[in-house]
């Protein structure tokens, strides 16, 4: 007798979620719980979302293994990232501001690189390839609305600005979709530009800074829809 073996199962791409802008011990907790990759602790202090590098540490202490912490700097002095990086020795480091490739690579950590692309239709005069390819030793582009000032502003710019089918876009591993992001449009942008990752901090909050649970659990449960709509292998 001939045995078939099994059809093997196709494997579902994961998107990889971080919950940015956390400032409370009860939010680091429920992204944890509720399935986050990553959390987000902005260090700029011009942002609502401002903690301390100590209050970074306090918070990063609480997270279980294999949730990263992320510190999120913004044109940061050397010494002010250094502070980050000594309260939570294990982060991956964001830059949301001006900085350079030089002056990514002299905080000696691996980092992610924010693009601010304009809103609209401007957005597609932004030459994201070059970009990347200027950060190419990120390990990942960060896709994030232009909006006055710096860091999120809970804003989308048009993601049908680019051709996501081009090869140093399509099904990377290097982007990550940012910018106005909640429950009811993640399937959408997750469909429009098969990113790595997503990013979401205001879609999650009833105030600034301050995240809902139940808003969090819901839109881990849109991502991982979309993850079943849009499989493809991981």
């Known amino acids: 007798m001939i045995l078939t073996p099994p059809a093997t199962p196709q494997l579902l791409h994961r998107t990889r979620i971080k919950i940015c802008g956390l400032t409370r011990e009860d939010d680091v907790d429920a992204a ?3 399935g986050a990759d990553a959390v987000g602790f902005v260090l700029y202090t011009k942002s609502p979302r401002h903690v301390t590098p100590e209050r970074a540490g306090e918070l990063a202490r609480r997270l279980p293994p294999f949730v990263t ?3 999120l700097f913004v044109n940061a002095s050397p010494e ?3 502070l980050g990086l000594e309260a939570v020795p294990n982060a991956l480091v964001q830059f949301h501001g001006d900085e350079t490739p030089v002056d990514c690579a002299a905080a000696g950590r691996p980092y992610i690189r924010a693009a ?3 809103a609209g239709h401007a957005g597609a005069g932004f ?5 990347a390819q200027d950060f190419a030793a990120s390990q990942a582009v960060l896709l994030d609305a232009h909006v006055e000032g710096y860091g999120g502003g809970g804003q989308s710019f048009d993601w049908t600005a680019f051709n996501w089918s081009h090869p140093l876009l399509n099904a990377s591993s290097r982007l990550v979709l940012s910018g106005g992001l ?5 399937i959408d942008g997750i469909h429009r530009v098969r990113p790595w990752a997503v990013d979401v901090s205001s879609g999650v909050e009833v105030s600034k800074g301050i995240k809902d649970a139940d808003k969090i659990h819901a839109f881990v449960a849109a991502v991982r829809a979309a993850d079943t709509l849009f499989s493809r292998p991981s």
Do not use: Q
């Open 69 to 71: 912490p992320v510190l």
């Open 32 to 34: 944890a719980r509720g």
């Open 116 to 118: 601010r692309i304009p």
């Open 182 to 186: 909640d429950a009811a449009n993640v």
């Open 80 to 82: 002010h990232i250094r």
């Open 127 to 131: 030459d994201l390839l070059k970009y």
